[in-house]
């Protein structure tokens, strides 16, 4: 019990310092949220690359970072209303974000490994978007179903299994994100359509 309790904190001090290092791509992509934005609308400005499109990916990266004080739940709400919080911040984050991928209609990564190559460099790594898109999908199913079987007895053992998988999960969109803000908005480089 003791041994898990450990590997939970270390685990969670881990996911820390890649928020950290996701808010400091998100400072310095602020800047940009006040690029004039262009005249009419278009379909594709939803897009990460539109006016329209970078707003809802600021947006929903900030909801699920908020979201993420679930970790270390601050005394200022009860621990319920805080995974209520979790829950609702990155459903609609989420949304927000898949919105800004391409969802449903204009989405170019249904393979989530296709556009993947690592041994081109670190721009060969721009497809790394793609999977970040589906582990928001990844994550928003699997955090339904946790908060399902949250506190019901019976469902004790899975729901610690289930943890484990929706933490770790969690981590790899943490450095999946990391790596597309460094690229997109650090960077600057966009990926071709
Ligand atoms: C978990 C969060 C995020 C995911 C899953 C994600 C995913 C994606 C995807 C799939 C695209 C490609 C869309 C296309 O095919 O045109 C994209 C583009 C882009 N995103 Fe994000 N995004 C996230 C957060 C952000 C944030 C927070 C920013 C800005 C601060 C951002 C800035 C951009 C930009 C500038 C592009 C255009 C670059 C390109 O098309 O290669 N993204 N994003
Ligand atoms: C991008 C989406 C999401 C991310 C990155 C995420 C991340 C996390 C993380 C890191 C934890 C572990 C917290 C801890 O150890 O204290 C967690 C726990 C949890 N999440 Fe999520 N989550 C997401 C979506 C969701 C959604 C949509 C729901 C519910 C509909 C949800 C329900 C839960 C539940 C029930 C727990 C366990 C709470 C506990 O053990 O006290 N998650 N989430």
Same mark, same amino acid.
């Given at each position: 019990?003791?041994?898990?309790?450990?590997?939970? #904190?270390?685990?969670?001090?881990?996911?820390?310092?890649?928020?950290?290092?996701?808010?400091?791509?998100?400072?310095?992509?602020?800047?940009?949220?006040?690029?004039?934005?262009?005249? !009419?609308?278009?379909?594709?400005?939803?897009? !990460?690359?539109?006016?329209?499109?970078?707003?809802?990916?600021?947006?929903?990266?900030?909801?699920?970072?908020? +979201?993420?004080?679930?970790?270390?739940?601050?005394?200022?709400?009860?621990?319920?209303?805080?995974?209520?919080?979790?829950?609702?911040?990155?459903?609609? *984050? %989420?949304?927000?974000?898949? =919105?800004? /991928? !391409?969802?449903?209609? /204009?989405?170019?990564?249904?393979?989530?490994?296709?556009?993947?190559?690592?041994?081109?460099?670190?721009?060969?790594?721009? %497809?790394?978007? %793609?999977?970040?898109?589906?582990? =928001?999908?990844?994550?928003?199913?699997?955090?339904?179903? *946790?908060?399902?079987?949250?506190?019901?007895?019976?469902?004790?053992? +899975?729901?610690?299994?289930?943890? /484990?998988?929706?933490?770790?999960? /969690? *981590?790899?969109?943490?450095? #999946? *994100?990391?790596?597309?803000?460094?690229?997109?908005?650090?960077?600057?480089?966009?990926? +071709?359509?």
């Amino acid at each position: 019990m003791e041994g898990r309790l450990r590997r939970l #904190t270390v685990y969670r001090i881990f996911l820390l310092i890649l928020l950290a290092v996701v808010v400091y791509f998100l400072v310095d992509g602020f800047e940009l949220l006040f690029e004039t934005p262009g005249s !009419g609308f278009r379909l594709h400005d939803l897009k !990460g690359d539109g006016w329209i499109g970078y707003r809802l990916g600021y947006a929903g990266a900030v909801m699920l970072v908020v +979201a993420q004080a679930y970790l270390f739940r601050p005394g200022l709400l009860t621990k319920l209303t805080w995974l209520e919080t979790h829950c609702y911040l990155t459903t609609a *984050g %989420g949304i927000l974000i898949l =919105v800004h /991928s !391409g969802f449903p209609f /204009s989405f170019g990564y249904w393979n989530p490994f296709e556009r993947i190559y690592p041994w081109l460099g670190l721009y060969g790594l721009v %497809g790394v978007q %793609g999977l970040a898109a589906w582990l =928001v999908i990844v994550l928003i199913a699997s955090g339904i179903f *946790g908060r399902y079987i949250y506190g019901r007895v019976r469902w004790a053992r +899975a729901f610690k299994r289930w943890h /484990s998988v929706h933490s770790i999960f /969690s *981590g790899f969109l943490y450095v #999946t *994100g990391i790596i597309h803000l460094l690229l997109a908005v650090s960077l600057r480089y966009v990926a +071709a359509a």
